[in-house]
């Protein structure tokens, strides 16, 4: 289902086009992600495009290494480097509930996620620890698989993004330049509003496009 957007001559956001959620109703709602170690910004948008929530969330408790497979695992025995990520990784799912349940607190009507794409990765931590390119995204995809599965544990569908092609994307289904679309919201709504809001802004576009 396309998102029915309004048009201005200037193909950029009017006042009408940025409003409160408590403005009109919206049916459905859509949860773009842009993640990193250990933390998220989301931005939720509704089919009409009006934006229902931004927020940053923590995805790991802070008593734990965020990227343990790219740093600390690198100098531990490999029993106590698998025990750690599993430590991780159990800390991420239960961030992950919270997170969605703080975002469906601000927007009841969120009912899918977008995530960026999860490269392949070795079967078992083990070797995820020792291969030097999987080391470096293991802990992103730790993080990214959490939230996908506390988001199918609700229902919710999940749509996997190419954060390369993401924004040409958004602007198709904007009918305009992304670019200035967002610059424009940017200082409509104000802060905050930095690189990872729009990538999170573009994820969802897309994500609601093909709803």
């Known amino acids: 289902m396309m998102m029915s957007f309004p048009r201005s001559p200037s193909n950029a956001p009017t006042d009408d086009e940025i409003r409160s959620s408590a403005a009109m109703p919206k049916n459905r709602a859509i949860a773009g992600v842009s993640d990193h170690g250990g933390w998220a910004v ?4 509704a089919s009409d495009g009006a934006i229902l929530d931004r927020r940053r969330v923590e995805l790991v408790d802070d008593s ?3 990227i343990p497979h790219h740093h600390e695992c690198q100098t531990l025995p490999m029993e106590r480097a698998v025990a750690l990520v599993e430590r991780v990784r159990t800390s991420a799912e239960v961030y992950a509930v919270r997170a969605l349940d703080a975002v469906v607190s601000a927007a009841p009507q969120v009912s899918g996620i977008a995530l960026r794409t999860c490269p392949p990765l070795p079967p078992t931590i083990a070797e ?4 030097h390119r999987a080391r470096n995204v293991a802990d992103w995809v730790m993080y990214r698989t959490a939230l996908a599965e506390a988001a199918r544990a609700r229902g919710w569908p999940v749509y996997w993004y ?3 092609t993401v924004f040409a994307s958004a602007g198709e289904v904007l009918h305009a330049d992304f670019d200035t679309y967002f ?8 802060p905050p509003w930095n690189n990872d809001h729009k990538l999170a802004f573009a994820a969802a576009i897309v994500a609601e496009s093909n709803a």
Do not use: E, H
């Open 42 to 45: 989301l931005v939720t948008v």
């Open 162 to 164: 190419d954060a390369k």
């Open 183 to 190: 610059l424009r919201m940017r200082k409509r709504l104000g």
């Open 64 to 66: 734990l290494p965020s």
């Open 128 to 131: 995820r620890i020792t291969d």
